[in-house]
């Protein structure tokens, strides 16, 4: 499966994105999906998963209650919803089949105060 990550941009504290990952390939629907994000200097980190199913969601503890990951395997899509955004949540997002090293191209995310 391939993915291609988008809907990133530069928002001000407080604010809201939301990411897109669109995945080709019939077997989207396999695989659990993750979000990871990397900030400049520091290593890539984990956001939140999904399983196959879309039934069951887990969140780092940096953005839960902020942050919703869903999916829609009709349009295989992935997304991750972003509230209350902070200057901490500036890094490049990255997309995930878990399991594989598909990762996609990564979207930036820029959260000014």
Same mark, same amino acid.
């Given at each position: ?6 809907? $990133?941009?530069?928002? *001000? !504290?407080? @604010?809201?994105? &939301?990411?897109?990952? /669109? ?10 999906? $993750?979000?990871?994000? *990397? !900030?400049? @200097?520091?290593? &890539?980190?984990?956001? /939140? ?24 395997? /009709? ?39």
């Amino acid at each position: 499966v391939q993915l291609q990550a988008s809907g $990133g941009g530069l928002v *001000q !504290a407080g @604010g809201s994105l &939301r990411l897109s990952c /669109a995945a080709s390939g019939r077997t989207f629907g396999n695989y659990g999906m $993750g979000w990871f994000r *990397q !900030a400049p @200097g520091k290593e &890539r980190e984990y956001v /939140a998963t999904i399983n196959a199913s879309g039934a069951t969601t887990n969140y780092a503890d940096s953005v839960k209650g902020r942050f919703t990951i869903s999916r829609d395997n /009709a349009k295989n899509t992935v997304y991750l919803q972003m509230n209350y955004l902070k200057p901490e949540d500036t890094a490049v997002y990255y997309c995930n089949a878990l399991g594989t090293n598909n990762w996609g191209q990564g979207t930036q995310v820029t959260v000014s105060s």
